[in-house]
């Protein structure tokens, strides 16, 4: 029951990365590794507020407009071509907005009791409209070096983006299986109803996990949008639904109640690493327009595997 | 819970009608039959899917698969044409291949119990990628113009309304529609009433796929071409039509009738809005607000018991 | 009595979108195009995608021969760059009654149909920035074929490489798989690097509009093949990912990229030497040169069939069979970047 979402993907995991190994020795060299972790590090810090969200019986679908929004504001505060204001005041602008639209999110869900589906589909389309105003047609370059050190500095000789990362999973396992907030979390999950006869502030918690998942997403867009040197209109676009895949894929009960933190590490890898490990097989020029068919694959593999073990172990 | 029903598509009637007026008023050319009926096609697929879209979400389930069943039509019934199949052996090929990642999404969720959610964004990304593998993503056109004129005019609205009336009879007074509601609102009490849940459900994402065969290959008339990339995002469009119309997110509650006004004013507020202002990024905008201030209004409103909301 | 509600909260929200103009829009609607007084003539400049700044500086060369000529301009374009949309778009301004509507299709074959229709209405349709099949608009205005880009940046990234004699892998990312145009330039691409047989062409990358994408693929290809030697970053995201990811891996100078950019978004990498050439003409010409010749259709200076046309400040432009040619396709280096600014 604590495994579950754990032994599909690491299976489907571990046997892709034999495989691009086997073919091309360089996947496994370090560089490769540290550019994989590189590039899922977003992807997990989101995935974690997310997580919660989901565990609370929620969902959020509207990060990916959040972290073009973000990087948007990041851009246009601290870029000297725009307003050249100082790099720490950027950073501070970027996670309270991540926190202001998490806990909109959340109000609306939890005091006004609009489903969260509706709320974030609708707040999907209308930061992406905010976005392209405050964009105005025109990218953002030179972002100052106070800025990109957060995507491309390294702290103790661990990139920046890593170090987050970790820290975020750390603190979100703690948050999840070490306070009374997270027990909460799961308990309003699995039965709101209960919860709130049980005397738990079912909507009180279920703000603090969307105003959490909202401020993870500030972080993901703070420690992946600088490693590149322009930030352009498109950003975020479709992560919403990766961060989903990869959050389902770990073995997040969309009904809510139940996931562990472990599974999400490793659906995130698994759906990340998917596109190197095309790469690295170098199977021909058009290999990789069968990418997304593959991950489709892997997701349905990664999700029936499970089932059948649940299935196993309420029989046994 | 029937009076709920009825006030929630009033409501929409009425925006759509004071939408219409403000329209009229600002430019009447907007609201000639002349515009309307020449921007109407224009609905047309995501009309179509959003019939079998409404009975899913009744059933609290949700089918996020419909716009790649599209591509994977589409490209079937291309490739087809390509090497020199009639279009009517196309268009059969392009409807078996809709109804087959129906039934797919259907098996998956009925034998494996893994929630519709899951399993149909799996099989959006498997089916989308396999229509960009088999096609190599490249476009075919050409097509007939017989096979075009099917699509330039208002069969994808037509089939719609049919659709509509006799989905419509069936939820209100046909045994199936009594079961669709039942699923939605507590389907291990419908398990032990006995019927065959499984298979209801199944048939129902069979269908979905079905539909967005049909689509596929009414879009691929529409505009001369069979592409991987067709219905692109049109499950949220879908989505959103759909629970713009009343349905419930949770399954138990919805009709047809309110996914075809909610369906009415998404299209009539995009057009309006596109055709007064010209401005893409304002429609992101407007439709958004649209959709979380006309839940949230209906919310508050009709402000259901504590705990109604969660579970699902 | 709840359906009251929301009908009064429907009305008022509907009159707050339609009440601020009276009927029949004598003020407020900034581009009412149907009712526009005689005389002045409403042209309709349809992007690929809006919000890039590639279209954006388009945009801008075309609102000053908007000015010049006394036309009412309407520039808008889906923001996701989806084709389906953008035949809409052409739809509703078919049954506005614009007098000229401007496309750079995205996809012609889906965009075809839209402007056949309306040219039977009788609106002038042209081509600009990219083609779609002859019977569906007037003329083209021509910055550059397929061909001419597939060419251009094909022997652009060989001496960049160090001229033909280099031997060794060039990949491509591209923008998406199904991207219509980029799939074009691809085949000319492929096409032109039969001319250089010491050339092999590695993986074909779809980046999906995805900057970060772009980047990481750079970094994946670098390190999955000794040889590459030189990549195609044929979008306008892709390129700078790509070259922001040569730059993190350490290979600028071993490892080529060229592409099309405007000067201002490759700027930093074209002076730290990341990148030596990025291909692209002169945008706000370009979109000069696309409102001047759809006016003069519409007042008739200008028939299609006319071998040059008069373009305001650009002088007298070429015209080629149904192509108005705008100029020969630029390339940036070190040496003369800052003298273009958009």
Redesign the interface.
């Given at each position: 029951m604590r495994l579950r979402g754990v032994p599909g993907p690491a299976l489907v995991l571990a046997l892709l990365c034999a495989l691009a190994t086997a073919i091309?020795p360089?996947f496994l060299?370090p560089?490769?590794l540290t550019?994989l972790m590189l590039?899922a590090a977003p992807t997990l810090i989101a995935a974690c507020g997310l997580m919660l969200v989901v565990a609370s019986?929620e969902i959020d679908i509207s990060i990916g407009s959040l972290l073009g929004l973000c990087a948007a504001v990041a851009g246009t505060l601290s870029s000297p071509d725009r307003l050249g204001l100082p790099p720490s005041l950027a950073v501070a602008a970027t996670l309270a907005l991540g926190l202001g639209v998490g806990l909109l999110n959340g109000v609306?869900v939890s005091l006004?009791?609009?489903?969260s589906?509706?709320?974030t589909?609708?707040?999907?389309?209308?930061?992406?409209?905010?976005n392209?105003?405050l964009?105005?047609?025109?990218?953002i370059?030179?972002l100052p070096d106070g800025l990109r050190a957060w995507g491309?500095g390294s702290v103790l000789g661990v990139p920046v983006p890593i170090a987050a990362c970790a820290a975020v999973v750390a603190l979100t396992w703690l948050l999840a299986n070490r306070t009374a907030w997270g027990r909460r979390v799961f308990a309003v999950g699995s039965n709101?109803?209960s919860a709130?006869l049980a005397g738990i502030p079912v909507g009180r918690t279920k703000l603090a996990a969307f105003g959490l998942a909202g401020l993870l997403v500030a972080l993901a867009t703070l420690v992946?949008v600088p490693?590149?040197?322009?930030v352009?209109?498109?950003?975020g676009?479709?992560f919403e639904?990766l961060v989903?895949?990869c959050v389902?894929v770990g073995g997040v009960?969309?009904?809510g109640g139940t996931g562990t933190i472990l599974g999400v590490v490793l659906g995130v890898l698994l759906l990340s690493s998917v596109?190197?490990v095309l790469?690295?097989l170098?199977l021909?020029?058009?290999?990789?327009?069968?990418?997304?068919?593959?991950?489709?694959?892997l997701?349905?593999a990664a999700?029936?595997g499970d089932?059948?073990g649940r299935r196993r172990e309420a029989r046994a | 819970m029937r009076r709920l029903i009825a006030t929630h598509e009033a409501g929409l009637a009425a925006l759509l009608a004071a939408l219409l007026v403000a329209a009229w008023r600002t430019d009447p050319a907007f609201v000639s039959w002349r515009v309307q009926s020449g921007l109407l096609p224009q609905i047309g697929e995501t009309a179509l899917l959003a019939v079998p879209m409404t009975l899913i979400v009744i059933t609290g389930g949700i089918d996020l698969s419909v716009g790649s069943v599209m591509a994977l039509a589409s490209v079937l019934f291309g490739l087809g044409f390509r090497s020199g199949w009639p279009v009517e052996a196309c268009a059969a090929a392009a409807l078996a291949a809709g109804l087959l990642c129906g039934a797919l999404n259907g098996w998956?969720v009925t034998r494996?119990?893994?929630?519709p959610?899951?399993?149909t964004?799996?099989?959006?990304?498997?089916?989308?990628?396999?229509a960009?593998?088999v096609s190599?993503?490249r476009p075919v056109s050409g097509f007939p113009d017989t096979f075009l004129r099917i699509g330039q005019g208002w069969t994808a609205v037509g089939l719609f309304a049919a659709l509509t009336l006799a989905g419509t009879a069936v939820l209100a007074r046909h045994v199936l529609g009594r079961r669709i509601y039942g699923i939605g609102l507590g389907e291990s009490a419908a398990r032990a009433s006995g019927w065959n849940v499984d298979r209801l459900k199944a048939s129902l994402y069979a269908f979905s796929g079905l539909m967005a065969g049909v689509a596929g290959v009414l879009f691929t008339a529409r505009r001369n071409t069979a592409k991987a990339d067709v219905g692109a995002g049109i499950e949220?469009e879908v989505?959103?039509a759909v629970?713009l119309g009343g349905t419930?997110?949770?399954g138990g509650r919805g009709t047809l009738v309110g996914t075809a006004l909610g369906l009415a004013v998404l299209h009539e507020v995009r057009q309006f809005v596109g055709w007064r202002w010209s401005n893409d990024?304002?429609?992101?905008?407007v439709?958004?607000?649209?959709?979380?201030g006309a839940?949230?209004l209906n919310?508050?409103i009709s402000?259901?018991p504590?705990?109604s909301?969660?579970?699902? | 009595m709840r359906a009251k509600t929301l009908l009064a909260a429907a009305t008022a929200a509907m009159l707050l979108i339609g009440g601020c103009g009276g009927p029949q829009g004598q003020e407020g609607s900034p581009n009412g195009p149907t009712q526009g007084e005689k005389g002045r003539i409403t042209i309709c400049l349809l992007p690929k995608q809006?919000?890039?700044?590639y279209?954006?500086s388009c945009?801008e060369g075309a609102q000053e021969a908007a000015k010049e000529l006394d036309v009412e301009l309407i520039y808008d374009g889906p923001?996701?760059g989806s084709p389906e949309k953008a035949a809409a778009m052409v739809e509703k301004w078919a049954l506005q009654g614009v007098d000229a509507i401007c496309v750079s299709p995205n996809d012609p074959n889906v965009l075809a149909p839209a402007m056949k229709a309306a040219r039977q209405k009788g609106v002038k349709v042209i081509t600009w920035d990219a083609d779609a099949p002859s019977d569906a608009r007037e003329v083209f205005v021509n910055q550059a074929t397929a061909e001419q880009i597939g060419t251009a940046l094909v022997d652009t990234l060989v001496k960049d490489m160090g001229g033909k004699d280099v031997k060794g892998e060039v990949a491509?990312i591209t923008a998406t798989?199904t991207a219509a145009n980029q799939n074009e330039w691809i085949v000319h691409i492929k096409e032109r690097l039969k001319a250089y047989p010491n050339l092999r062409?590695?993986?074909?990358?779809?980046s999906?509009?995805?900057?970060?994408?772009a980047?990481?693929?750079a970094?994946?290809?670098i390190?999955?093949?000794p040889d590459l030697k030189g990549i195609l970053a044929i979008s306008?995201?892709a390129f700078?990912?790509a070259a922001?990811g040569i730059k993190?891996a350490g290979k600028a100078g071993q490892v080529q990229v060229t592409g099309l950019s405007t000067p201002?978004?490759m700027?930093?990498?074209v002076k730290d030497g990341t990148v030596k050439s990025v291909i692209l003409w002169n945008t706000k010409d370009l979109g000069y040169l696309t409102v001047q010749v759809a006016a003069q259709l519409v007042r008739g200076t200008f028939k299609g069939t006319d071998p040059t046309v008069k373009a305001g400040r650009l002088g007298e432009k070429r015209v080629e069979g149904d192509n108005v040619l705008l100029g020969d396709i630029l390339v940036f280096t070190k040496d003369n970047i800052d003298q273009f600014q958009f």
């Amino acid at each position: 029951m604590r495994l579950r979402g754990v032994p599909g993907p690491a299976l489907v995991l571990a046997l892709l990365c034999a495989l691009a190994t086997a073919i091309n020795p360089a996947f496994l060299s370090p560089r490769n590794l540290t550019d994989l972790m590189l590039a899922a590090a977003p992807t997990l810090i989101a995935a974690c507020g997310l997580m919660l969200v989901v565990a609370s019986g929620e969902i959020d679908i509207s990060i990916g407009s959040l972290l073009g929004l973000c990087a948007a504001v990041a851009g246009t505060l601290s870029s000297p071509d725009r307003l050249g204001l100082p790099p720490s005041l950027a950073v501070a602008a970027t996670l309270a907005l991540g926190l202001g639209v998490g806990l909109l999110n959340g109000v609306l869900v939890s005091l006004v009791r609009v489903p969260s589906i509706i709320v974030t589909l609708g707040m999907l389309s209308v930061l992406k409209g905010a976005n392209e105003l405050l964009m105005g047609g025109k990218w953002i370059t030179r972002l100052p070096d106070g800025l990109r050190a957060w995507g491309t500095g390294s702290v103790l000789g661990v990139p920046v983006p890593i170090a987050a990362c970790a820290a975020v999973v750390a603190l979100t396992w703690l948050l999840a299986n070490r306070t009374a907030w997270g027990r909460r979390v799961f308990a309003v999950g699995s039965n709101a109803d209960s919860a709130r006869l049980a005397g738990i502030p079912v909507g009180r918690t279920k703000l603090a996990a969307f105003g959490l998942a909202g401020l993870l997403v500030a972080l993901a867009t703070l420690v992946s949008v600088p490693r590149l040197s322009l930030v352009d209109s498109g950003v975020g676009v479709g992560f919403e639904l990766l961060v989903v895949t990869c959050v389902v894929v770990g073995g997040v009960s969309i009904r809510g109640g139940t996931g562990t933190i472990l599974g999400v590490v490793l659906g995130v890898l698994l759906l990340s690493s998917v596109r190197t490990v095309l790469i690295f097989l170098q199977l021909g020029e058009s290999s990789l327009y069968w990418e997304r068919a593959i991950q489709g694959a892997l997701i349905l593999a990664a999700v029936m595997g499970d089932a059948a073990g649940r299935r196993r172990e309420a029989r046994a | 819970m029937r009076r709920l029903i009825a006030t929630h598509e009033a409501g929409l009637a009425a925006l759509l009608a004071a939408l219409l007026v403000a329209a009229w008023r600002t430019d009447p050319a907007f609201v000639s039959w002349r515009v309307q009926s020449g921007l109407l096609p224009q609905i047309g697929e995501t009309a179509l899917l959003a019939v079998p879209m409404t009975l899913i979400v009744i059933t609290g389930g949700i089918d996020l698969s419909v716009g790649s069943v599209m591509a994977l039509a589409s490209v079937l019934f291309g490739l087809g044409f390509r090497s020199g199949w009639p279009v009517e052996a196309c268009a059969a090929a392009a409807l078996a291949a809709g109804l087959l990642c129906g039934a797919l999404n259907g098996w998956f969720v009925t034998r494996f119990r893994v929630h519709p959610l899951i399993v149909t964004l799996g099989t959006m990304s498997a089916f989308r990628g396999l229509a960009e593998g088999v096609s190599a993503a490249r476009p075919v056109s050409g097509f007939p113009d017989t096979f075009l004129r099917i699509g330039q005019g208002w069969t994808a609205v037509g089939l719609f309304a049919a659709l509509t009336l006799a989905g419509t009879a069936v939820l209100a007074r046909h045994v199936l529609g009594r079961r669709i509601y039942g699923i939605g609102l507590g389907e291990s009490a419908a398990r032990a009433s006995g019927w065959n849940v499984d298979r209801l459900k199944a048939s129902l994402y069979a269908f979905s796929g079905l539909m967005a065969g049909v689509a596929g290959v009414l879009f691929t008339a529409r505009r001369n071409t069979a592409k991987a990339d067709v219905g692109a995002g049109i499950e949220l469009e879908v989505v959103t039509a759909v629970v713009l119309g009343g349905t419930s997110i949770f399954g138990g509650r919805g009709t047809l009738v309110g996914t075809a006004l909610g369906l009415a004013v998404l299209h009539e507020v995009r057009q309006f809005v596109g055709w007064r202002w010209s401005n893409d990024v304002l429609n992101l905008v407007v439709v958004g607000a649209l959709l979380i201030g006309a839940v949230t209004l209906n919310g508050v409103i009709s402000r259901r018991p504590a705990g109604s909301v969660e579970g699902g | 009595m709840r359906a009251k509600t929301l009908l009064a909260a429907a009305t008022a929200a509907m009159l707050l979108i339609g009440g601020c103009g009276g009927p029949q829009g004598q003020e407020g609607s900034p581009n009412g195009p149907t009712q526009g007084e005689k005389g002045r003539i409403t042209i309709c400049l349809l992007p690929k995608q809006k919000g890039i700044p590639y279209f954006t500086s388009c945009a801008e060369g075309a609102q000053e021969a908007a000015k010049e000529l006394d036309v009412e301009l309407i520039y808008d374009g889906p923001t996701d760059g989806s084709p389906e949309k953008a035949a809409a778009m052409v739809e509703k301004w078919a049954l506005q009654g614009v007098d000229a509507i401007c496309v750079s299709p995205n996809d012609p074959n889906v965009l075809a149909p839209a402007m056949k229709a309306a040219r039977q209405k009788g609106v002038k349709v042209i081509t600009w920035d990219a083609d779609a099949p002859s019977d569906a608009r007037e003329v083209f205005v021509n910055q550059a074929t397929a061909e001419q880009i597939g060419t251009a940046l094909v022997d652009t990234l060989v001496k960049d490489m160090g001229g033909k004699d280099v031997k060794g892998e060039v990949a491509i990312i591209t923008a998406t798989a199904t991207a219509a145009n980029q799939n074009e330039w691809i085949v000319h691409i492929k096409e032109r690097l039969k001319a250089y047989p010491n050339l092999r062409l590695g993986s074909v990358v779809p980046s999906n509009e995805d900057q970060k994408l772009a980047f990481q693929a750079a970094q994946d290809l670098i390190k999955a093949s000794p040889d590459l030697k030189g990549i195609l970053a044929i979008s306008s995201t892709a390129f700078p990912g790509a070259a922001e990811g040569i730059k993190q891996a350490g290979k600028a100078g071993q490892v080529q990229v060229t592409g099309l950019s405007t000067p201002n978004d490759m700027r930093a990498y074209v002076k730290d030497g990341t990148v030596k050439s990025v291909i692209l003409w002169n945008t706000k010409d370009l979109g000069y040169l696309t409102v001047q010749v759809a006016a003069q259709l519409v007042r008739g200076t200008f028939k299609g069939t006319d071998p040059t046309v008069k373009a305001g400040r650009l002088g007298e432009k070429r015209v080629e069979g149904d192509n108005v040619l705008l100029g020969d396709i630029l390339v940036f280096t070190k040496d003369n970047i800052d003298q273009f600014q958009f």
